[in-house]
């Protein structure tokens, strides 16, 4: 790495002296603290600006909506690692929190961007539909999932989505990408060949990107929603503890497929 | 482990049908998405009970009061981290988390386990600074710092902890816990022999305890509140990235003291 | 943090410069890829000498010993999470790095210093079962586990505990730490009233205090060798991926007991 | 997901009953500890085969020449998270393994892919030199970097990558992915217009790939290699701290670039 200027490191978001925190430009205790919530904040955090009604309504939405869906296996993981390591609650955390990844969580940016893409395709007056089957057709062709469209669970429509349109509706938060994800489940039969419908992780950044929420955060909205609910689940753990009751629950009824040495009598596995 | 209905594992949390998601008894479409703030849904999470005007506003202020302070140790391995590993941002928030430590962050958990102590050790009518002064020498005795008081940079009080004492008092929270932190504050100069004053992990348990925050998720605060943090640092870290030059800067004058082999020509050392 | 020459960070593990890298006083080209098995750069790692044959084959058989013990729940959370985020390896070997804690592996750590209090206690020519007595006792009027004693499924000695041994005295390792880690055996049944068998994870300090291995490296002996158990774990999932269906396993029988709105029909809680 | 046989968990790495652990076919106690080195025993624990003598010493070599390289950005990482939580070793190893991303020694697996590619163009008669250039070319016009070739500090051959050609030889490893990687050092220059060399991330796949090592678990061989390093660290940073040291130093000279409030008098940014 050169020495010299380039490196010495920079940021935007906050800066203090011995007797005051500034934060993205405001004084933190006079202006922040007792004056807007933490869903709000995060957005400030983010973009140097309070929300607006409309972006306060649609973020706070997004982040209860993803927040808590029961034992899902990044709860589980989180659960098992505080049985094991009860003093690290970080660590706890941590576990829960890798858990957000392309395949889970990470659809919320994944479909954001796909959504992103039909926006520019079919620019300002374009037709949004062709451009929905184009991309739709582009994910087929490299053998890509869609993402944001399916759920293992919520066959139909998973419940979220129309709430989370309501409330963007009702907020009069922009509605373009609503109308694209929109367009997208509407091309998925015929192009697909599947009745693939809107998940939850599709809604998110099609509401967010109505309330100008960055791109390059969208991942950020899960994580930061599914840190509140491992917090109490692990929480729960510490007086109502299931960890090892999961462990033991999962590999019950284990198979081992490998050799085994000679008078080997198998027992339980793990 | 035992087999039978103990190894169940069973949660308050959440549950689910295909058609409806349920959190702490209350259906997540009809009753929470839209009609509850995210900071006030982390304690309903918690709890059970969407929060009073009084805890609602206490915690959103501790959450917003303890989230950003900048580029602290956590964020720059958060940095450092999503440097190494750009696709990989849940390792990134993951490995900031992971400094919400006993020395670190952990404080205000330790903070107001003394603070629930003393006032344990009060009772009702009791005398506070008693309890306080014997508190602290029980400390000093077992040579312990007392958790939440003393900062390196703010040696007058943290700004933030008048600040949260004021948003607590003009939420009409309760001052008991807020009353021994100062009960803390005030024998510490004769006990310890340090004027060491409340810092912000003291401020956050004094005044979310006294609006009935449970002690057992008292970490959870700062860890949320960071969470929110570490995602707008790792959002900047992708447009304007400072992640290698925070290791090299933080290297640059180290000193190598073990031995080196024969004609070994010192050179940078990292 | 005072400015000045105390915080410049020091180290003497490492240093290089163009053309070579130095390892604890050594050309790691010249004198040790190739002339070292890893387990013994382990040792050089921590403590700047090559093991000699006993504290060689004693520590190899230790990370040996420990490394797999099939799908145990720190493999379990990081299977779940290598299932959601398959690109980052790295998440999924973190999550399985945290379940190193003080109830699962950090025993080995804790066992260690029990073994080391007790070695104090007694002096050279000391009564070990005297010493074992009291430092059992001592525990037991603390309400704490004896760290190192009983295992859920091996009642009997781990298998592991008598090869561990037999490697050691084969070995001509030191057997002090050995003979404590029996006297504490030999005194439990009547201190404790249960007949706790000597586990792995006191075996495995007792062989390597004996080798001269550094107390305070002791919790890295299990994390060392179940990161290597992990990366096969994680390679099987790559091809025969089951960290999906150990999640569904592990809470197909879950039970939720938490209130439910009015007509809510429970289904499959995830 | 689907209820049925499909969702039992299956594994082939080991099972176990009361008296016996069996891994990968293998009795543990009997035929594993003390008689396999930890080094082979990855080997053994990835593929179900002991390694023969050029895979084993191939294996440790690059073990040992990925471990340590000083002060590295995920050391650093590990240490502040250690000096922020000092009672939990297993978060500061967390952190300083997730460090082990795409940029940095993700390239080792990055690499190992390109090799592979190259390799199956080729075909057993082929020649290597023209499906190199073909695969550097392919990289180039999409604009991504050559994975393994190239490095910050190392401008000629890193002294590694040398010394691991070597080992191979010397054991009489396959030679196979060495040419192949030397052919993509050979035509860099003309492609890419740039002297990029060969550095230890491409040696390691092209040394590990000619004695068989499972592609899929390249990036298994940098973690496990880097946890021994953290563990050494962490357990210096125990004795002789300078987690806060390498932070302040981190940003001594950090600059804020957003907006103050009126008044504000700048001082130590952190």
Redesign the interface.
């Given at each position: 790495?050169k020495?010299g200027k380039?490196?010495?490191?920079?940021?935007?978001?906050?800066?203090?002296?011995?007797?005051?925190?500034?934060?993205?430009?405001?004084?933190?205790?006079?202006?922040?603290?007792?004056h807007?919530?933490?869903?709000d904040?995060?957005w400030f955090?983010?973009t140097?600006e309070k929300p607006g009604p409309a972006a306060s309504?649609v973020?706070?939405?997004t982040?209860?909506?993803i927040?808590?869906?029961?034992?899902?296996?990044?709860v589980?993981?989180a659960r098992?690692?505080l049985?094991?390591?009860?003093?690290?609650?970080?660590?706890?955390?941590?576990?829960g929190?890798?858990?957000?990844?392309?395949?889970?969580?990470?659809a919320s940016e994944t479909a954001g961007r796909f959504f992103d893409e039909i926006d520019r395709a079919a620019g300002p007056s374009g037709d949004l539909a062709a451009a929905a089957r184009d991309a739709v057709a582009r994910l087929r062709a490299a053998k890509q999932a869609i993402p944001g469209y399916g759920h293992?669970?919520?066959?139909?429509r998973d419940?979220?989505v129309?709430?989370?349109f309501?409330?963007s509706k009702?907020a009069k938060g922009g509605q373009r990408f609503v109308q694209i994800a929109e367009a997208v489940e509407g091309v998925i039969p015929d192009v697909v060949g599947k009745d693939l419908r809107l998940n939850v992780s599709a809604a998110i950044p099609a509401v967010l990107l109505g309330v100008g929420f960055?791109l390059?955060?969208l991942?950020?909205v899960p994580?930061?929603?599914r840190?509140?609910?491992l917090?109490?689940?692990?929480?729960?753990e510490?007086?109502?503890p299931?960890?090892?009751?999961?462990?033991?629950?999962?590999?019950?009824?284990?198979?081992?497929?490998?050799?085994?040495?000679a008078g080997?009598?198998?027992?339980?596995?793990?």
């Open positions: 790495m020495i380039a490196t010495l490191p920079r940021t935007a978001i906050s800066t203090s002296n011995a007797e005051r925190i500034v934060v993205r430009g405001a004084d933190l205790c006079d202006a922040l603290i007792g807007v919530s933490f869903g904040y995060f955090l983010l140097g309504a973020l706070n939405a982040l209860v909506a927040a808590e869906h029961g034992l899902v296996p990044s589980q993981a098992m690692t049985a094991a390591a009860p003093d690290a609650m970080q660590g706890a955390v941590a576990a929190v890798l858990g957000s990844g392309s395949v889970i969580l990470g293992p669970l919520h066959k139909a419940p979220r129309a709430r989370l309501e409330v009702a960055p390059n955060a991942k950020g994580m930061l929603a840190t509140a609910s917090i109490a689940h692990l929480s729960e510490l007086t109502d299931i960890g090892f009751a999961l462990s033991y629950q999962a590999v019950r009824e284990q198979e081992y497929t490998g050799a085994v040495p080997f009598v198998p027992g339980h596995g793990a």
